[in-house]
């Protein structure tokens, strides 16, 4: 199969169950609200070293938002709901109430459960803080030095999908880092997924394992064209780049759809082949076989 002259490999990208938060964050204005969302979303690549995978989801208009002003999603993925009890919180109070003049809400009108967040959080008002009913959602008010932060109490935890994939083969890196680009900008605008990594681009794909015990992954040596000739590659001939683009996402259809608009728009000149990572079948429940989803 190919599209615009580029190879579309026969096979699949694994992906596993995860459980996710849907933060709406507000602010004054679109600065503020940007520093925000950065911070939040820091050091969230990948769950394999990272405390969680998250990203911004979409911007929301004021007229989205629960307080009426500029806003935007973003979701935090994490393998268990527990772990998000931890990580959300406290994600939330360094990197957001610390910003001028932001608020949280929940993003998701149910889920499986409900976790902790401005119940955690509002005991750096140091008993000032006060709680309002409105609606029959619970939130907090603590005092800070540009007047009050607004939280919700509580947030819902949803199942979600993390490690949706795609890899693009190039014939050099610009021509690579070009078609990554498309990818991303086409799937950005896309409801209900993330691409966690910086600018939504791997460059150190990785496999399970290491020579090294204490490493649970290490670099995908099959996709690095310097090693070409030194171990088996999965690099198309003439590909002297790969950039692996990973998606988290709300469910199956969000991942596929996601993925079937990047590869479209990645493929074309220069870029020889499009793949996906996969572990055999044998560590995640959800196949996403590339032919499919483009069908």
Not at 52 to 67: H, K, V
Not at 94 to 102: A, E, G, L
Not at 113 to 129: A, C, H
Request: glycine share 12%.
């Amino acid at each position: 199969m190919q599209i615009s002259g580029t190879q579309i490999e026969d096979t699949f990208a694994e992906a596993f169950r995860m459980r996710y938060v849907r933060l709406v964050i507000t602010a004054h204005d679109e600065h503020w609200l940007d520093a925000a969302v950065r911070e939040l979303t820091g050091y969230s690549s990948s769950i394999i070293s990272c405390d969680s995978e998250a990203g911004r989801e979409r911007p929301l208009s004021p007229a989205e938002t629960p307080d009426g002003r500029p806003g935007a999603a973003v979701l935090l993925f994490g393998f268990s709901a527990d772990a998000l009890k931890t990580v959300v919180p406290n994600r939330v109070g360094q990197c957001v109430m610390t910003c001028p003049t932001t608020a949280v809400y929940d993003g998701l009108p149910d889920g499986d459960e409900r976790i902790p967040l401005g119940k955690t959080i509002r005991y750096f008002g140091d008993g000032f803080q006060k709680s309002k009913l409105v609606g029959g959602r619970r939130y907090w008010r603590i005092p800070v030095m540009d007047g009050e932060f607004v939280i919700e109490d509580r947030v819902h935890v949803a199942k979600g999908i993390g490690g949706g994939n795609f890899i693009l083969q190039g014939e050099s890196q610009v021509v690579a880092l070009a078609a990554a680009r498309r990818a991303i900008q086409a799937i950005d605008p896309l409801p209900g997924v993330i691409t966690p990594f910086p600018g939504g681009v791997a460059r150190s794909g990785s496999k399970v394992g290491s020579r090294y015990k204490a490493l649970k992954a290490s670099t995908a040596d099959a996709y690095c064209p310097t090693l070409r000739g030194r171990v088996p590659t999965h690099l198309a001939e003439g590909a002297n780049a790969a950039y692996e683009i990973v998606i988290d996402g709300a469910d199956e259809a969000a991942i596929a759809q996601a993925m079937a608009v990047g590869i479209r728009a990645a493929a074309g000149p220069g870029i020889l082949a499009i793949t996906a990572g996969n572990y055999g079948g044998k560590l995640g429940k959800f196949h996403f076989h590339l032919r499919n989803v483009l069908a």
